[in-house]
């Protein structure tokens, strides 16, 4: 599903709102489940987050933090995120390249869903954050 929202221009025209918030909570699991991990496997989040907010442009108001509530949580889950990288002390190598990588996107996410997005190129940059 990430890989459909984030490549096709038209595929999330095709969502309405239950499905926005269903896989919305799928991508906050998601996330939820790298917490305290090594963020081998963190790349789908936040891919399926990119994907589900280009749905603002089915609805500019939907995913935007202060205006919907869903917003509100998907920031929470990034911030407790970003909390979780950057508080490690003793990290492997590999965590350490992986959180330098991260941290710009998820910066990046919370930018879009507060309507300030200004980085046209999150998905790219996310699918190369993941080894792509």
């Known amino acids: 599903m990430a890989f459909m929202l984030s490549r096709s221009d038209t595929a999330p025209s095709y969502l309405n709102r239950t499905d926005v918030e269903r896989l919305a909570r799928r991508a906050i699991a998601d996330f939820g489940r790298n917490i305290g991990g090594e963020y081998t496997m963190f790349h789908y989040a936040p891919f399926l987050l ?26 929470n889950i990034i911030e407790r995120t970003e909390k979780d990288l950057n508080e490690r002390r003793r990290a492997s190598a590999n965590f350490q390249r992986r959180r330098s990588k991260f941290l710009p996107i998820l910066q990046d996410l919370k930018s879009e869903l507060a309507g300030e997005g200004s980085n046209p190129d999150v998905l790219l940059d996310i699918y190369g954050a993941s080894g792509g």
């Open 50 to 75: 990119a994907g589900l907010i280009r749905w603002h442009r089915v609805n500019p108001m939907a995913l935007v933090i202060g205006a919907d509530a869903l917003a509100d949580d998907l920031l």
